[in-house]
């Protein structure tokens, strides 16, 4: 028997991961080298400008704007992090109330526009309010992971290097978006009342959890070893079945094409109203390379 192929692969530890980092889950056609890159959005850069690992955890976004842009990778289909995001917009107390209602015109920070959570609190907004994106100034710092990609004109980078928070408290902006690193305290509060009923009932309706973070492979290693990617592909589709199996509550990860083509569809199209993709993409742009490795038509 031959030896296993060893790919260079990062993931966040998540409880969909721990059993292919400890070994619990394993493959006698491939063996995942984890590198460990905290926070893991720093991995994303390196990912789609210079396919610096095998396989990688990558922002839904991210994923999409690289395949806009014809970076070399391969989005595999395996959610393994997904999140409701109405309460990660908030404003700051002593400033007074911020409603949805009162947005259009006013400043929302947000680490970078491009930013995943960023993303699905504008869909939501755009949704549930009828506040077009252009409508709102959007101030961050970071630039997108796809060099390529620019940020739209109604989006503002200040000259400062201010922290969101800092940004918050000084009143330069008149709420923010966070995603993990949401502040805590009563004086941080969610702009949309009742998030949480909310987003139980968006899930419901739509059939899906809000998605953060894909699968992906590099175009080029998906070319040198088929194989090993798809036995890495059945590695991470038994790990997000075990993850669903032991859960509890909303379905937060997901896998298998069937799974991913509605929203993938609904995430292309709040891009698209976002200024975040060049043009609309097919299904077949962004799941068909996958499909090709996984179903075998590669060589």
């Not at 409603?99 to 006013?106: H, S, T, V, W």
């Not at 292309?268 to 060049?278: F, S, V």
Request: proline letters at 6%; hydrophobic letters at 45%.
């Amino acid at each position: 028997m031959s030896q296993p192929i060893h790919l260079h692969t990062v993931l966040k530890t998540t409880a969909l991961s721990t059993p292919l980092k400890n070994g619990a889950l394993k493959s006698d056609r491939v063996v995942l080298d984890f590198t460990e890159i905290t926070p893991i959005h720093k991995a994303f850069a390196p990912m789609v400008r210079d396919a610096t690992f095998d396989i990688s955890e990558l922002a839904i976004v991210t994923a999409l704007q690289a395949i806009a842009f014809k970076r070399p990778i391969v989005l595999l289909p395996v959610v393994v992090a997904s999140r409701f995001q109405r309460g990660c917009l908030v404003s700051y107390r002593p400033h007074g109330d911020v409603k949805p209602e009162q947005l259009r015109g006013k400043r929302i920070g947000v680490r970078s526009y491009t930013q995943t959570t960023g993303m699905w609190v504008r869909a939501h907004l755009v949704e549930d309010y009828g506040l077009a994106t252009p409508d709102i100034r959007w101030i961050t710092h970071d630039l997108a992971h796809v060099e390529q990609y620019q940020d739209p004109r109604f989006v503002e980078h200040p000259a400062h290097d201010k922290s969101l928070l800092d940004m918050l408290h000084d009143g330069d902006i008149d709420a923010a978006i966070f995603g993990n690193d949401l502040p805590e305290g009563d004086d941080y509060v969610p702009v949309i009342a009742d998030a949480k009923a909310k987003d139980l009932n968006w899930a419901q309706q739509h059939g899906f959890v809000p998605i953060n973070h894909v699968v992906v492979a590099s175009a080029e290693i998906c070319k040198r070893e088929p194989l090993a990617v798809r036995a890495a592909y059945d590695l991470l589709a038994k790990a997000e079945n075990q993850q669903v199996a032991t859960s509890v509550g909303p379905r937060k990860t997901l896998s298998g094409f069937e799974s991913l083509s509605g929203p993938l569809e609904w995430i292309i199209d709040a891009c698209l109203e976002q200024a975040l993709l060049p043009r609309k993409l097919s299904l077949e742009e962004v799941l068909g390379p996958a499909r090709a490795l996984l179903e075998g038509e590669m060589a």
